[in-house]
């Protein structure tokens, strides 16, 4: 029998895993289990399990219909919603979780309700939550005695819509959460790509794409960073993200890999400590390169290119990794992005007696990994 935890972030995981049950059984009970789900998740304060949802600072998007949020379905005079939430093949859009669940999705004379309040208006007539009052109550009274008790069958249907879009976006929290280390691109349109017109390319190919890779917090330790990647021609000044490290909301380690012209960037920050290297790549276009971004615990910053050191500066602080993520392709925000192809991104902790540990290893051949031992002051250095 399975160890029981009254732990308020256990207890906010099984509510997820009660709605998924409800959602692929079938059970009508899933009228209980939503509004449930999204008062623990979003609305009950203080709440951990907010803090452990964005403990990796993923970008989360919810992909959902492109006639999401238009009431184009009418029932009667006074009542219409919105028919078509879950995402249809070729015909879907991502935005964010905030933005879904404020969106509006149905209308009843005068009132109007967000998705969220759909699933309030469930919950706070199903007995899980205390009666609002005032005007709250009225609102909420003509949910249920328009919509809700007249046409279950309509209500069941947005209330499975709603859940669907939910767990599609907490799946890869949740694996998170229970200890992968994989990479993530679930949202489609952002996906890379690796087979064009039927043929397997020669990397993953990145353009308007992304893919998210959890780091978890090592006291003291330092990060190495290696990815094999072709860059092709560059024309245009604009400066274009490959690869960031870090979480929005902590200034204690960021890094930033980026392209402009034939010009590599680097900038490396730590609090108001920041330090940028830049490298001509043009001999390196078109082709595959190993670059290496290494920060040691006591801030001396690594650039090398072909098992070759090109740069090297100090943040002239001590550093530790945090928790946070690497997002391949794009910003920390996934909202710009440039074009390459890529094969491999090893992840390794680095201490002070210059030992390194992998974290996670991705790549597209089977690489052999073990402890390494590389110095900061090593000019010909292993890729990984």
Same mark, same amino acid.
């Given at each position: 029998?399975?160890?029981?935890?009254?732990?308020?972030?256990?207890?906010?995981?099984?509510?997820?895993?009660?709605?998924?049950?409800?959602?692929?059984?079938?059970?009508?009970?899933?009228?209980?289990?939503?509004?449930?789900?999204?008062?623990?998740?979003?609305?009950?304060?203080?709440?951990?399990?907010?803090?452990?949802?964005?403990?990796?600072?993923?970008?989360?998007?919810?992909?959902?219909?492109?006639?999401?949020?238009?009431?184009?379905?009418?029932?009667?005079?006074?009542?219409?919603?919105?028919?078509?939430?879950?995402?249809?093949?070729?015909?879907?859009?991502?935005?964010?979780?905030?933005d879904f669940l404020n969106t509006?999705?149905?209308?009843?004379?005068?009132?109007?309700?967000?998705?969220?309040?759909?699933?309030?208006?469930?919950?706070?007539?199903?007995?899980?939550?205390?009666?609002?009052?005032?005007?709250?109550?009225?609102?909420?009274?003509?949910?249920?005695?328009?919509?809700?008790?007249?046409?279950? =069958? !309509?209500? *069941?249907?947005?209330?499975?819509?709603?859940?669907?879009?939910?767990?599609?976006? #907490? &799946?890869?929290?949740? @694996? $998170?959460?229970?200890?992968?280390?994989?990479?993530?691109a679930s949202n489609p349109n952002?996906?890379?790509?690796?087979?064009?017109?039927?043929?397997?390319?020669?990397?993953?190919?990145?353009?308007?794409?992304?893919?998210?890779?959890?780091?978890?917090?090592?006291?003291?330790?330092?990060?190495?960073?290696?990815?094999?990647?072709?860059?092709?021609?560059?024309?245009?000044?604009?400066?274009?993200?490959?690869?960031?490290?870090?979480?929005?909301?902590?200034?204690?380690? =960021? !890094?930033? *890999?980026?392209?402009?012209?034939?010009?590599?960037?680097?900038?490396?920050?730590? #609090? &108001?400590?920041?330090? @940028? $290297?830049?490298?001509?790549?043009?001999?390196?276009?078109?082709?595959?390169?190993?670059?290496?971004?290494?920060?040691?615990?006591?801030?001396?910053?690594?650039?090398?290119?072909?098992?070759?050191?090109?740069?090297?500066?100090?943040?002239?602080?001590?550093?530790?990794?945090?928790?946070?993520?690497?997002?391949?392709?794009?910003?920390?925000?996934?909202?710009?992005?440039?074009?390459?192809?890529?094969?491999?991104?090893?992840?390794?902790?680095?201490?002070?007696?210059?030992?390194?540990?992998?974290?996670?290893?991705?790549?597209?051949?089977?690489?052999?990994?073990?402890?390494?031992?590389?110095?900061?002051? $090593?000019?010909?250095?292993?890729?990984?």
């Open positions: 029998m399975k160890k029981l935890s009254l732990k308020k972030t256990d207890r906010g995981i099984n509510h997820y895993l009660h709605l998924k049950k409800d959602f692929e059984s079938k059970n009508e009970r899933i009228t209980t289990s939503l509004p449930l789900f999204i008062r623990i998740m979003f609305l009950d304060h203080p709440n951990p399990w907010i803090k452990q949802i964005n403990r990796f600072d993923f970008v989360k998007l919810v992909v959902v219909h492109k006639e999401f949020g238009k009431l184009n379905t009418i029932i009667n005079q006074k009542t219409k919603y919105n028919k078509e939430i879950v995402k249809s093949q070729n015909n879907s859009l991502e935005i964010s979780l905030l509006e999705i149905i209308s009843l004379n005068n009132f109007t309700y967000s998705v969220q309040e759909f699933a309030l208006g469930l919950g706070y007539n199903g007995g899980i939550h205390m009666i609002p009052e005032g005007e709250n109550k009225e609102k909420y009274d003509k949910l249920y005695e328009q919509l809700i008790e007249p046409y279950p =069958l !309509i209500t *069941l249907d947005l209330t499975r819509q709603v859940a669907q879009s939910l767990l599609e976006t #907490f &799946e890869e929290l949740y @694996t $998170l959460l229970t200890g992968s280390n994989t990479g993530h952002f996906a890379p790509m690796i087979v064009k017109d039927g043929q397997l390319l020669d990397g993953i190919f990145f353009k308007r794409a992304y893919i998210q890779f959890p780091i978890r917090a090592k006291k003291n330790k330092g990060i190495r960073i290696c990815i094999e990647i072709k860059l092709s021609d560059l024309t245009n000044e604009q400066t274009n993200p490959l690869l960031s490290y870090g979480h929005r909301d902590n200034p204690e380690l =960021l !890094i930033k *890999l980026s392209v402009s012209n034939t010009m590599l960037v680097v900038r490396c920050v730590s #609090f &108001e400590k920041n330090k @940028t $290297l830049t490298i001509d790549i043009s001999q390196f276009l078109n082709a595959f390169m190993k670059l290496e971004i290494c920060i040691y615990p006591n801030g001396e910053v690594i650039v090398a290119i072909n098992g070759i050191m090109k740069a090297n500066d100090n943040l002239n602080t001590n550093i530790s990794i945090i928790d946070g993520k690497i997002i391949l392709g794009s910003n920390l925000f996934g909202t710009k992005f440039s074009e390459f192809y890529e094969k491999t991104l090893s992840i390794q902790s680095v201490d002070k007696s210059n030992n390194m540990r992998f974290l996670s290893l991705y790549s597209l051949k089977k690489e052999n990994v073990g402890l390494q031992n590389i110095p900061s002051k $090593l000019i010909k250095r292993e890729f990984i």
